[in-house]
């Protein structure tokens, strides 16, 4: 039922609020909260619902795609707009499977300094994960995001050059998606789009002015060094 959505594929920490932030803006398009729609599975009461969508030709996975795409295209016709983009990390994870469920979807990829990454994921909670367990899990977002790069056709947009140009890259947003700029992407502040808990950092929207990226990390851990090199990043 959807057309064309739109799947940010990044990492945690990688400055996906305040993109999602600055879509939504657009009159044009829907950025709600992290969906994880993913996480939404069928399942069969007994074996004859299972034996008569088999005859209908649907197995699980078809059944949980019909479901994924009618959430998703509900949520749209509630927000009265064209495009919903969805900004869930650990979408990274099953992006053969989004390709499968909307064979016309577009793919931004969003990618951050991997050290300024792994730093801010530690500071999100400090007392869930120490400096190489914070390392070690952002990592595994970061080698799922690289994966589907290099999958799947898209715009790779960079956290850093996003808050050095807001307006440059917002336009380079707009033109590879086929829709006209406008000013109020600038302007994403003035929204009432957080959502806590749902993936959402308030820290990330202050007063609808773009924050400069924060200084790299002079010690890049050794781990990193292959993901920096392969996102041209200095390590």
């Known amino acids: 039922m959807l057309d064309k959505p739109i799947f940010i594929m990044c990492p945690v920490r990688s400055g996906s ?3 999602r932030a600055m879509l939504n803006a657009h009159s ?3 950025a709600p909260h992290e969906l994880h729609v993913r996480r939404l599975e069928v399942g069969f ?3 004859l619902s299972e034996r008569a969508m088999e005859e209908l030709g649907h197995n699980r996975a078809d059944l ?3 479901l994924w795409d009618r959430v998703l295209h509900r949520e749209l016709v509630r927000s009265g707009k064209r495009h919903i983009v969805d900004k869930t990390p650990s979408n990274a994870f099953v992006h053969e499977r989004i390709a499968t469920c909307w064979p016309d979807a577009r793919f931004v990829f ?5 050290a300024s990454i792994a730093a801010s994921w530690k500071e999100a909670s ?3 994960r120490g400096p190489e367990e914070a390392v070690t899990d952002a990592l595994r977002y970061m ?7 290099k999958a799947l056709p898209g715009l790779t947009v960079r956290y850093e050059d996003l808050t050095a140009d807001p307006e440059a890259e917002t336009r380079r947003l707009c033109e590879f998606l086929s829709l006209p700029w406008e000013p109020s992407m ?17 820290d990330k929207i202050r007063s609808g002015k773009v924050q400069p990226a924060r200084e790299i990390p002079q010690d890049v851990p050794e781990v990193l060094k292959p993901i920096c090199k392969r996102w041209g990043y200095p390590a």
């Open 110 to 114: 969003l990618l951050r300094h991997p």
């Open 17 to 19: 609020t305040l993109l």
């Open 126 to 128: 400090p007392d869930k």
């Open 45 to 47: 009461g007994t074996k």
């Open 28 to 30: 044009q398009l829907h």
């Open 143 to 149: 080698k799922a995001v690289e994966r589907a790069r």
């Open 64 to 66: 949980e795609h019909l």
């Open 186 to 202: 600038l302007e994403y502040g003035t929204q009432d789009v957080i959502r806590k808990g749902l993936g959402d950092w308030k």
